[in-house]
């Protein structure tokens, strides 16, 4: 066996397992592995998931905070602003740089499988072109979707519709839209109806920037949901964002979740950047631009997590980690119950998957064998502390090895050490 997993604990099992992989693939999950391997690791009773998920990200934009200038007011409208005044300047060589480093810090966080969005609107596709160069130098590492996105409307400029169309010929997977920017809410459903069309052209699956805007009276959601079912296309459908849902009145929401539900909508909430572009012009009370998690999860739609927006105009921090957005939804979303904390990490683990319409994914026999062990005992730790992931083995390799901080405090003569667990 090229490389076994020592005393493993997985999600869903109260015994510690080891992991036997061969040729890149789980071949034996065992309680008691009996073989030796070429390379053994020891798990010690860690929590091993399978890798982290970014839903929806913009590595296009990522690691450009400040350049040209610092997003003052925090607006999405001003971060588009700025945005636009970047891509003047823009270089391939630059994006790939930039988004390559943000992909490593991904890796290093656990995550081995990102969507995407590249904006379509650049007259030379030259962001698009970047970041489909980087999914193919970059395959052997991680998996990437890249989803042509639009970024400034499809019909609110006359070469955008053009642009994107030729984005997906160059091999984009996944077609993106944003009808809420578009000039009027008929040019918002066109966009819509445009994007299905791509899609079933092209066979591809679809990712819409959705009333991502705190305007109640942005209602996008409902026209993705009667398309999803209209052309058949159930579950390949994404609306990202959705924070307009947070203003609904109550009875309309209902009626949208049951929608989505229906028409097997994927939900990516994104909770650094909502919570920071939404709602800025409420004053107080200030209302949060999160969709409806608690509410869609409970009616069964699938929802996962999103950092959208690391170090870029229209969000300066973030690392690129999945447990930091997870944790911070737990507090932004009210989804602190003892049994809606181990939820939440599906939202950045299995449901990603379903969101990405991936197949080969999990810690199962004769699946990739892509894993992360968590420097935590389970996912309620792993939340609480953002845990380090210790190693990260990608088809039976280790890709990232990350050497836990050690804290030691001196009392007078005595040496402590901590490291916050219980
Ligand atoms: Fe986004």
Not at 22 to 41: L, P, S
Not at 230 to 254: K, P, Q
Not at 257 to 285: C, F, H, V
Not at 301 to 308: A, H, K, L, R
Request: hydrophobic share 40%; no cysteine.
């Amino acid at each position: 066996m090229d490389l076994i997993i020592r005393n493993a604990k997985l999600r869903d099992k109260k015994e510690l397992y080891d992991l036997g992989i061969e040729n890149g693939k789980f071949t034996q999950i065992e309680t008691t592995i009996k073989d030796e391997g070429k390379q053994e690791i020891d798990a010690g009773g860690n929590l091993v998931i399978p890798p982290f998920i970014e839903s929806h990200v913009h590595l296009d934009s990522a690691l450009t905070v400040g350049n040209p200038r610092f997003n003052e007011s925090g607006t999405l409208l001003d971060g588009i602003a700025i945005w636009g005044e970047y891509k003047e300047g823009i270089t391939k060589e630059r994006i790939k740089a930039t988004a390559k480093e943000t992909i490593l810090w991904e890796m290093a966080n656990g995550v081995l499988r990102i969507r995407t969005h590249a904006d379509s609107t650049e007259p030379n596709l030259l962001t698009v072109q970047a970041l489909l160069e980087l999914k193919e130098e970059m395959r052997d590492y991680v998996d990437i979707q890249v989803v042509a996105f639009p970024q400034d409307g499809i019909l609110a400029h006359p070469q955008s519709a053009e642009l994107l169309e030729k984005a997906v010929k160059m091999g984009a997977d996944v077609i993106g839209g944003i009808p809420q920017v578009e000039f009027t809410r008929e040019d918002g459903i066109r966009s819509i109806e445009i994007v299905f069309e791509l899609a079933q052209k092209y066979e591809k699956l679809i990712d819409i920037h959705t009333d991502e805007t705190s305007d109640d009276q942005s209602r996008f959601a409902e026209v993705i949901a009667k398309h999803a079912v209209l052309s058949g296309m159930e579950g390949m459908v994404t609306a990202s964002h959705t924070t307009a849902m947070h203003n609904y009145d109550n009875d309309y929401a209902a009626k949208l979740i049951g929608l989505l539900k229906r028409a097997e909508i994927n939900i990516i909430t994104n909770p650094a950047s909502n919570a920071l572009l939404q709602n800025r012009l409420d004053g107080y009370p200030r209302r949060r631009g999160h969709t409806r998690v608690d509410e869609l999860l409970h009616a069964g739609v699938n929802v996962s997590i999103g950092n959208d927006n690391i170090m870029d105009p229209f969000g300066p921090l973030g690392k690129g980690s999945m447990l930091q957005s997870a944790n911070l939804l737990i507090h932004t979303a009210h989804l602190s119950g003892s049994n809606l904390i181990p939820k939440v990490f599906d939202l950045i683990t299995i449901n990603g998957a379903k969101t990405l319409n991936l197949t080969d994914y999990g810690i199962e026999l004769g699946n990739q064998a892509d894993l992360v062990i968590l420097d935590a005992k389970d996912e309620y730790e792993a939340l609480r502390l953002l845990s380090e992931a210790i190693y990260v083995v990608r088809k039976g390799r280790v890709v990232v090895e990350t050497k836990v901080a050690e804290r030691e405090i001196t009392l007078g003569s005595e040496t402590v050490t901590v490291d916050f667990k219980r």
